[in-house]
């Protein structure tokens, strides 16, 4: 199963592989049960889970990012019952995270995802946009530095080119 192929829909709890897709809907897997449903379009909203950005107090980050901290930390994931134990969690672990703008339910929601994810052995991956990003930023500085040593260096200056004149003849 791959990450770029897990979804969540809006009234139905948990994460879910997409199988198909269809103009009314879509087939989906729960990864929590494994029931595969079909969700319609007109009473359901797909999100995939790689398109999906956490609001910090700097610039959005994806939730990949915010997921890889998680499972990364020292800190035991919370009861997610609890709701003072969650926020004072993320504050922990993400405390660049906005306070004001993300919920106490959508971090929950994280939190029940980041159980679901490692349950399933399914390993959390950047978007390829945010990797390319990063990848082409690494080859802008190094083009900056390399312009930066060319004008140190005084370049040779090209020989001029002599231009040939026409001949004309009178008659």
Known sequence: MEYTKLVAVTGLSGLFELISSKTDGAIVKSL???TTKFAATRRH?????ESIE???TGDNVN?????KVMEGSSEPLPDIKNDTAVK???LKVYPSMDFDRVYTSDMKKMVKWLDILKKNNIEIELPKEEVEAKEEN????????????EKKVPAKKAAAKK????KTTKE
């Open 54 to 56: 956490i609001y910090t």
């Open 138 to 149: 690494k080859i802008e500085v190094e083009k900056k530095a390399e312009v930066e040593v």
């Open 32 to 34: 929590e049960d494994g």
């Open 63 to 67: 939730l990949a990012e915010v997921l």
């Open 45 to 49: 909203q797909f999100s995939h889970i």
């Open 88 to 90: 004072t969690y993320f």
């Open 163 to 166: 231009t040939a004149t026409k």
